[in-house]
């Protein structure tokens, strides 16, 4: 298996764009995660996805933030309109279902917002 | 809410040195523990992990066993080399329910100097 694929590696753009991130679980993986990763606030849950269904978007920042997964093998991350805080790398993270799974994750992608 | 805390970094070793990187947690219920390691410009990996207490998880030379009566994931290694120089995350997981996401420490940045 390839691992789970996110795109872009690196994304800039100007504030007021939209911004979509895309991401590929592990193929058999049930639970799809959406992490943001800044020098002042670590490693932030924004949203889990368990087959296909948000679970707890408790963590996205606010209404410029939406996430869907229409099916088991895709989910993006879209920032509308795009600020210059919302810079930071954003991991997607996959595991599956069986008792006491460790979760895989991609590479990142760099969102920078100017 | 559970919760994880990890020793503050950065730390500074030289090669050989011994390595500990202390983490505490705080869940209700038998969560599984996990460290996962960061190099540069990469996505996250996992490095070890321990399902149940008493359980010691070991990979590449790191050790780290779950102490349930000091809710402790302690991470050592007896002698560092220069390509261990990286950011290492302690990590929980709740399983059943609605729990199923990850919950990070902080992250402490090691370095290792020749």
């Known amino acids: 298996d390839a691992g789970v694929i996110q795109s872009p590696r690196h994304e800039v753009t100007e504030m007021g764009q939209e911004v979509t991130l895309r991401c590929k679980p592990i193929s058999g993986h049930d639970y799809l995660f959406w992490y943001r990763q800044t020098m002042m606030r670590g490693l932030e849950l924004l949203i889990y996805f368990n087959n296909n269904v948000p679970i707890d978007d408790s963590g996205m920042p606010e209404d410029r933030f939406s996430a869907k997964m229409p099916n088991a093998s895709f989910s993006t991350l879209k920032i509308q309109p795009s600020e210059p805080r919302d810079s930071a790398v954003y991991f997607c993270a996959s595991r599956g279902t069986g008792t006491r799974t460790e979760a895989f994750f991609g590479q990142g992608t760099r969102l920078t917002v100017v | ?114």
């Open chain 2, 1 to 114: 809410g559970d919760s994880v805390t990890q020793m503050e970094g950065p730390v500074t070793l030289s090669e050989e040195a011994f390595l500990t990187i202390n983490c505490t947690y705080t869940a209700t219920g038998y969560p599984s523990l996990f460290w996962y390691v960061q190099y540069p410009g990469e996505g996250l990996q996992l490095l070890l992990k321990a399902t149940k207490a008493d359980d010691k998880g070991s990979n590449k030379g790191f050790e780290a066993t779950y102490r349930k009566e000091t809710t402790s994931f302690h991470l050592e290694k007896g002698s560092v080399q220069v390509s261990d120089s990286a950011v290492y995350f302690c990590a929980l997981m709740n399983y059943g329910g609605s729990q199923g996401n990850l919950i990070f420490g902080k992250g402490t940045k090691l370095s290792v100097k020749p």
